[in-house]
């Protein structure tokens, strides 16, 4: 995962009402970070014909294709000079599929920022295939826009906790969730669930829950105590639960103002692109979600 020193915040524009409050939120984002805001539009140069229209060609279908684009682009840098209107904007119009272009543009983004559905998409999804795929493999954070944030609400972040695998992925995330509760000078609810299912089914109803709970807290303690030290203005509240981790996180997120998630899961789907509790929030949360990377996974297709 890489989070570009100075790199710009990239907002993915298609014409849809969802990108355009993805845009006014990365706006709003990038005034925070006191950077430049990079509005692209990707178009997918393609050979289809419509029918009724055999003499028009490819070439006419590639200009229409991208006049349609700098429109798009226009409406977008208008709706983020209604939220930021002394920003600095970059606007292109890039030719490949969306998914693609995107994954290009985190390479050297600060952060990539998505709507929840595109034009193309079908309607009665709850996420759409472009924002999916980019939050499995880029390179930089993927923030998707959803729901409605809570103007001071917390930052939750969700963690695996202790020294188990994933470590690195916490840290990750933490370290996004940190520097974003600190840039907006709010709480940060970390939670962690700890789970029965890992352990052996005939030891569970000998189990001390108490005392695992204990185990539990103690562990993440240790290990927020080094980001504590890094952002002592934050303000750092810890929550363990049994279980249920989407559950708890999409609770949480309808007071806050950013939900973070690590791209991977754990356990049997440790191996996951993108993990059962990071889809489910992306699906489900009430305010904008940033999946974040493990600092040392290099990005599909990188060395």
């Known amino acids: 995962m ?31 970070r006191d950077t430049r805001l990079r509005l692209v539009a990707a178009v997918g140069w393609t050979t289809f014909r419509p029918p009724g229209l055999p003499a028009l060609g490819q070439e006419y279908q590639r200009q229409a294709g991208a006049r349609a684009a700098e429109e798009h682009l226009e409406a977008a840098a208008g709706a983020a000079r209604e939220v930021a209107p002394g920003l600095e904007i970059e606007r292109e119009v890039r030719g490949g599929e969306p998914q693609v272009v995107l994954r290009a543009e985190a390479e050297r983004a600060a952060l990539l920022v998505l ?3 595109g034009r193309g998409g079908f309607t009665g999804l709850l996420l759409g295939s472009v924002a999916l795929a980019v939050a499995r493999h880029a390179a930089c954070p993927v923030a998707v826009v959803r729901g409605t944030p809570a103007p001071d609400g917390p930052v939750v972040v969700g963690v695996n906790g202790g020294d188990e695998p994933g470590g690195s992925e916490d840290d990750a995330a933490l ?27 005939f030891l569970v109803p000998l189990l001390d829950r108490s005392a695992v709970q204990a185990e539990q807290e103690k562990a993440l303690e240790g290990r927020l105590a080094g980001w504590s030290g890094k952002y002592p203005g934050v303000d750092v509240r810890a929550v363990i639960v049994v279980d249920g981790a989407a559950r708890e996180l999409v609770a949480r997120s309808a007071g806050a103002g950013l939900l973070v998630v690590g791209s991977r899961g754990r356990g049997p789907i440790a191996g996951a692109l993108l993990g059962s509790v990071s889809q489910a929030v992306l699906h489900h949360a009430a305010c904008p979600v940033v999946v974040v990377r493990p600092e040392a996974e290099p990005a599909e297709g990188r060395p």
């Open 175 to 201: 370290g996004v969730a940190f520097e974003e509760a600190a840039r907006r000078s709010v709480p940060l609810v970390v939670v962690h669930a700890w789970s029965e299912a890992v352990l052996d089914p």
């Open 115 to 117: 709507g929840t559905r």
């Open 2 to 32: 890489t989070n570009e020193p100075g790199g710009a915040v990239v907002a993915g524009v298609d014409g849809s009402g969802t990108a355009l409050d993805a845009t006014r939120w990365a706006a709003a984002e990038a005034v925070r």
